[in-house]
């Protein structure tokens, strides 16, 4: 029973496991059960109960994950992990943690070897705890800190300098070390020579930076940059001195175009994750939009043959021809994100079933042309799909399809077809912002779908209480449930569905923002008769 405990998260064992049984209870206190710890996003976390747990625990402890626990004070909460002294693994990201708390802990756990203080403000002074990092760090990530990799490695000697593998780099680095002896600067970019994985996220790094500079890519696995501006004549340096290349991700990059793109995939035909997604939209910019066009699909499918993800968000100038040339050679493809590619026909996005049979994840969020006879073909067709993702696409609904959309008899989920067979593995279902899918297509979904964990189904306002019972009835593994908007003028929901989902339990999310002929009564009868359940909104948050 213990090792079954272990794999388990922290969350489950010191909530759930401890409420079953006086005998449940007692094993949950084994030390052994807490070799990885994670209180990722607890917001509420005090420092005196993280405080007892790890001087209990905190020898036994080699992989702790606070990240967001914005309660945890420095002086006290933070101070609790000196009691992890075989600590390897740390995520401070995004909590109070300054220089002093972090000059103690490495001082304490000199065997960590992954260190996160990413969006940590308050730690701005590398000087005072620099020279105490291990020298068996590999990963030390610093997203928007007012630290930098120079000031560090002037402050550590060179016999216990670390031989970083994955961080980031900021435009200070440049600076500094052209503003140091040529010595010196040499040195510091040997030194990063090691570095498999790099981070870039600070739009000030000038191209100049990284072309005068190849030594630092030299050793590269992945490269990865978030709305930098960067030119193809960095994505053509990166190529010639990173042969080792395999995951490339220049999201938001909208610099890099088919040139680069084509080059890397001639020089660097490893690559096994390709992330060329352009800018997302956003109050500043309410337009997507990508630099990627058929050109650049043309030099993947014709060098990157070992793709396994490829992202091509907001690529809104790829047409059908690009993508039917695409599917040509990616025969072991599995991850495909198409968000935002409007103009992509639904035959286009089906054929993706025959050429990549291998798909696990699949998002096609906004595929205008994409419909219920797609949807069936993906969970016919995919057996090894997981996540899938179809949400603003309007043409998805039983009711609304014409015969003509069909190359088959046009029943979108013929029960008696002896060719079609239940996607067993699909774990993941967003279907949310569909406003046509209705109740048949629902119950289908049920009979198909059976292991479900995660299905959302926001503002698709055409379904009524029968749908959410076939589902309930079906897909008894669902933990997360998203019901939020789900009204019109001829459909909504009412305590009915309420009464069908108290039958789920494993519930752990329920989301009913909107829903607006749930009545109080029936929403704490729910959560009173959910034992699983931990967060219930309506419009507000309520923590059960």
């Not at 756990?109 to 990092?133: K, Q």
């Not at 080059?263 to 109050?283: D, E």
């Not at 967003?430 to 297509?441: K, T, V």
Request: glycine share 2%; proline share 3%; net charge negative.
């Amino acid at each position: 029973l213990e090792q079954i405990f272990s794999y388990l998260s922290t969350s489950d064992i010191l909530q759930s496991v401890r409420r079953v049984n006086q005998f449940w209870y007692q094993i949950s206190f084994s030390k052994r059960l807490f070799k990885n710890v994670s209180f990722a996003e607890w917001e509420h976390l005090s420092d005196e109960n993280i405080s007892r747990f790890l001087a209990s625990i905190g020898e036994f402890v080699e992989n702790l994950d606070i990240c967001r626990c914005s309660s945890l004070s420095s002086q006290i909460g933070l101070k609790s992990i000196l009691n992890c002294v075989n600590l390897k693994y740390l995520n401070l990201s995004d909590t109070a943690c300054d220089d002093l708390a972090l000059l103690h802990i490495l001082k304490c756990c000199s065997l960590l070897t992954h260190v996160d203080i990413s969006f940590c403000n308050d730690v701005a002074n590398a000087s005072v705890w620099s020279r105490y990092i291990p020298s068996g760090l590999c990963k030390f990530m610093t997203r928007d800190v007012r630290v930098n990799l120079f000031d560090i490695f002037l402050h550590i000697q060179l016999e216990t300098r670390p031989k970083l593998q994955e961080t980031t780099l900021k435009s200070e680095d440049f600076q500094l070390a052209n503003e140091s002896s040529l010595i010196l600067a040499d040195e510091f970019f040997t030194w990063l020579d090691s570095i498999m994985y790099l981070h870039i996220y600070d739009d000030n790094i000038d191209n100049e930076d990284l072309l005068e500079r190849p030594i630092v890519l030299s050793n590269l696995y992945g490269f990865f940059a978030h709305k930098v501006r960067i030119s193809d004549k960095v994505v053509q340096a990166l190529a010639e001195h990173s042969p080792k290349l395999e995951i490339f991700s220049v999201d938001s990059c909208t610099q890099v175009t088919d040139v680069g793109v084509g080059y890397l995939a001639k020089r660097c035909p490893n690559i096994k994750v390709l992330n060329v997604a352009g800018s997302q939209s956003s109050s500043a910019n309410p337009i997507c939009s990508g630099t990627l066009t058929n050109n650049g699909l043309f030099s993947i499918s014709s060098y990157l043959t070992k793709l396994e993800s490829i992202n091509l968000m907001a690529c809104d100038r790829i047409s059908d021809e690009g993508i039917l040339r695409l599917q040509m050679n990616l025969r072991f493809l599995r991850s495909l994100v198409l968000t935002g590619c409007i103009s992509l026909k639904n035959k286009t996005l089906i054929d993706f079933v025959e050429a990549c049979p291998l798909l696990e994840e699949v998002d096609l969020t906004e595929c205008m042309y994409f419909n219920h006879y797609g949807l069936r073909k993906y969970i016919s067709g995919l057996p090894n799909l997981r996540n899938f993702k179809s949400s603003s696409c309007p043409m998805i609904g039983s009711l609304f399809l014409q015969d003509s959309d069909f190359t088959s008899p046009p029943n979108p989920f013929p029960l008696h077809n002896p060719n079609w067979h239940p996607l067993s593995n699909l774990r993941n279902l967003d279907l949310s912002f569909c406003p046509r899918l209705d109740d048949r297509a629902l119950s289908y979904l049920a009979v198909y779908c059976k292991q479900l964990i995660e299905l959302n189904l926001y503002a698709c306002s055409e379904i009524s209480d029968d749908g959410i019972e076939d589902i309930v009835n079906e897909c008894k593994q669902l933990e997360s449930l998203d019901l939020s908007c789900c009204r019109s003028k001829r459909s909504q929901l009412t305590d009915k569905s309420l009464e069908h989902i108290e039958k789920l339990k494993y519930l752990r999310e329920l989301y009913l923002t909107g829903c607006l002929l749930f009545t109080v009564d029936r929403i704490v009868n729910l959560a009173s008769n959910s034992p699983n359940l931990r967060t219930l909104q309506k419009r507000f948050d309520v923590h059960h």
